[in-house]
Nanobody, 115 residues
Framework: QVQLVESGGGLVQPGGSLRLSCAAS????????MGWYRQAPGNQRELVVT???????NYADFAEGRFTISRDSAKSAVYLQMNSLKPEDTAVYYC?????????WGQGTQVTVSS
């Protein structure tokens, strides 16, 4: 019913920037939150940032001050601007949309930060 597609990942050097995009296909009439999570190989998926339908944001400590989430409700899209990237930011980044009791996930986009 709902599909999320991420884009914008890639290889950047430390200190560089990337802007991730997540486009939702299929109508989402009412969502509780949208956000970004990330997962490195062998690690658990962790929260990067979420934004509620009311605009309240919740950033992980590592993202605060460097990453910025934004949304376009009309397009059912969510974005993640990542600045001052560090090697430890390397991971697959996943878009998430929470609708009531259900979480929708994108396929993920690889972000690699390396010299």
């Amino acid at each position: 019913q709902v599909q999320l597609v991420e884009s914008g990942g890639g290889l950047v050097q430390p200190g560089g920037s990337l802007r991730l995009s997540c486009a939702a296909s299929g109508s989402i009439f009412s969502f509780d939150a949208m956000g970004w999570y990330r997962q490195a190989p062998g690690n658990q998926r962790e929260l990067v940032v979420t934004i509620s339908r009311f605009g309240a944001t919740n950033y992980a400590d590592f993202a605060e001050g460097r990453f910025t989430i934004s949304r376009d409700s009309a397009k059912s899209a969510v974005y993640l601007q990542m600045n001052s990237l560090k090697p430890e930011d390397t991971a697959v980044y996943y878009c998430n949309v929470r609708v009531r009791w259900f979480d929708y996930w994108g396929q993920g986009t690889q972000v690699t930060v390396s010299s």
